[in-house]
C-alpha cells in the first residue's frame, strides 16, 4: 500500500525553527519529483518547496514567501523528503502536506499534477 506520512510539525515561537519529514512506503521515491505543500485556513493550498527525482538532479524549487528560510533535501538510505523550516513567522501557521509525482523531471513547480498526497502535519507559530 502507497503511503506519504507526513511528521515533525508542532507549536514553535517566532524565529523558530522545525524539520517536516515526508516518508515514503510501498514506493521508492528516488526517482520522482516530491513537492511540500501548506494551507492555512480559509485560504487556499500553497506550493511552498518541490525537489527533483536522483535523475533529475534533485533540483530544488521555491516559493519566492518561503526562499532562503527552507531548505528541501532528500535521503535516499530512508525514501524520506525533508523540509527544514527556519526563521518561521506566524504567516507560516498552515497545515504542510507531502506529494509525490510519479514522473522523472528536470525541473519541478507546485503547478505540476502530484499523483499521491501526505495526511499532512500542522505547523503553528505563534509566541
Known amino acids: 500500500q502507497l503511503q506519504l506520512v507526513e511528521s515533525g510539525g508542532g507549536l514553535v515561537q517566532p524565529g523558530g525553527s522545525l524539520r517536516l519529514s515526508c516518508a515514503g512506503s510501498?514506493?521508492?521515491?528516488?526517482?520522482?519529483?516530491i513537492g511540500w505543500f501548506r494551507q492555512a485556513p480559509g485560504k487556499e493550498r500553497e506550493g511552498v518547496a518541490c525537489v527533483t527525482g536522483r535523475g533529475g538532479g534533485a533540483r530544488p524549487n521555491y516559493a519566492n514567501s518561503v526562499k532562503g528560510r527552507f531548505i528541501i533535501s532528500r535521503d535516499y538510505t530512508k525514501n524520506t523528503v525533508y523540509l527544514q523550516l527556519r526563521n518561521l513567522q506566524p504567516e507560516d501557521t498552515a497545515v504542510y502536506y507531502c506529494?509525490?509525482?510519479?514522473?522523472?523531471?528536470?525541473?519541478?513547480?507546485?503547478?505540476?499534477?502530484?499523483?499521491?498526497w501526505g495526511q499532512g502535519t500542522q505547523v503553528t507559530v505563534q509566541g
Open positions: 510501498g514506493i521508492t521515491l528516488d526517482a520522482y519529483t
Open positions: 506529494a509525490v509525482r510519479e514522473k522523472m523531471d528536470s525541473l519541478c513547480e507546485a503547478a505540476l499534477s502530484y499523483d499521491y
